[in-house]
Nanobody
Framework: VQLQASGGGLVQAGGSLRLSCAAS????????MGWFRQAPGKEREFVAG????????NYEDSVKGRFTISRDNAKNTVYLQMNSLKPEDTAVYYC????????????????WGQGTQVTVSS
């Protein structure tokens, strides 16, 4: 499985961005796509996850109500719509895949994309 993340950029606080993660290779319905982020000097943290069949989603508390994860199976792509962005959302965002079950533990994700930078100015 190969993952290609895109959509990052510079936005003012309160603005929106949509990240995309295009997957190639064998993706099972039970696979889970997760979005993580890592700010300078901080550990990588879970942002959101979705089971490939769309039946389960999970969000980190600080993004609930602002971020929405979704997928387009026909395009093998998962999206992260980010609204009401805050300066503390600034980070490199990564998409990743694990085989079963939504999890916030980065070490359980097997495949990783290259990351896309999101910068939110105040």
């Amino acid at each position: 499985v190969q993952l290609q993340a895109s959509g990052g950029g510079l936005v003012q606080a309160g603005g929106s961005l949509r990240l995309s993660c295009a997957a190639s290779g064998r993706i099972f319905s039970s696979s889970v796509m997760g979005w993580f982020r890592q700010a300078p000097g901080k550990e990588r943290e879970f942002v959101a996850g979705i089971r490939w069949d769309g039946t389960i989603t999970n969000y980190e508390d600080s993004v609930k109500g602002r971020f929405t994860i979704s997928r387009d199976n026909a395009k093998n792509t998962v999206y992260l719509q980010m609204n009401s962005l805050k300066p503390e959302d600034t980070a490199v965002y990564y998409c990743a895949v694990r085989l079963f079950g939504v999890s916030s533990a980065a070490e359980t994700y097997r495949y990783w994309g290259q990351g896309t930078q999101v910068t939110v100015s105040s």
